[in-house]
């Protein structure tokens, strides 16, 4: 199982930008698919998060800026992220809770990190 995200980039700040993440590999099922972040100097941080049936959540950062969503028949997670601001840089990683085929046991996964960096 994978998760390849990307979309990250510079932006200035006001601007947006898309991120998106897709799983691949033999899956039996998934459950919630998320965004964390890592700034510089702290710890990874919850973004937003979307349960399989479609209910999101927000960091409290982020809300009324961001949107997430996901494509189940594609397995696909996407954040939309406007109104961006420099406290927002930082790379930013997907997440998603899976159960795999091969071990029919649930795991998290994570890609590998996009950065974005909100810079005039």
């Known amino acids: 199982v994978q998760l390849q995200a990307s979309g990250g980039g510079l932006v200035q700040p006001g601007g947006s930008l898309r991120l998106s993440c897709a799983a691949s590999?033999?899956?039996?099922?998934?459950?919630?698919m998320g965004w964390y972040r890592q700034a510089p100097g702290k710890q990874r941080e919850l973004v937003a998060v979307?349960?399989?049936?479609?209910?999101?959540s927000y960091a409290d950062s982020v809300k009324g800026r961001f949107t997430i969503s996901r494509d189940n028949a594609k397995i696909t997670v996407s954040l939309q992220m406007n109104s961006l601001k420099a406290e927002d840089t930082a790379v930013y990683y997907c997440h998603a809770e899976v159960l795999p085929i091969a071990t029919m046991k649930w795991s998290n996964y994570w890609g590998q990190g996009t950065l974005v960096t909100v810079s005039s």
């Open positions: 979307i349960s399989r049936g479609g209910s999101p």
């Open positions: 590999g033999s899956i039996a099922s998934i459950n919630d």
